[in-house]
Nanobody, 118 residues
């Protein structure tokens, strides 16, 4: 199994970024997939989940990102995405994609750093 997150960087408040998570070794469309993040000195935080087809392909977001972030997947590319708009300094963190639901979802990659600062 290989999981590689990308797309992070430095952005000004109010800006946008699109994170990608390329997966090999399992099929993301057969699994619920999540994004989680960890800010410096803080606990891991769940961001968003896209559920597997057996659970209706439902999507859920944490209160802190709802309305600003969008989780999606490209089944043909076996890639998970997180579109992040209206970014705030509080969104600064390392972002990980994970197999499963919530904070307990299994991370497999090194994450990608997102820094929101003027």
């Amino acid at each position: 199994v290989q999981v590689v997150e990308s797309g992070g960087g430095l952005v000004q408040p109010g800006g946008s970024l699109r994170l990608s998570c390329a997966v090999s070794g399992f099929t993301i469309s057969d699994n619920s997939m999540s994004w989680v993040r960890q800010a410096p000195g803080k606990a891991l935080e769940w961001v968003a989940t896209i559920y597997k087809p057996g659970l209706g392909n439902l999507i859920s977001y944490s209160e802190s990102v709802r309305g600003r972030f969008t989780i999606s997947r490209d089944n043909a590319k076996n890639t998970l995405y997180l579109q992040m708009n209206s970014l705030k300094p509080a969104d600064t963190a390392v972002y990980y994609c994970a197999r499963g639901v919530g904070i307990g979802a299994a991370r497999g990659g090194p994450g990608t750093q997102v820094t929101v600062s003027s």
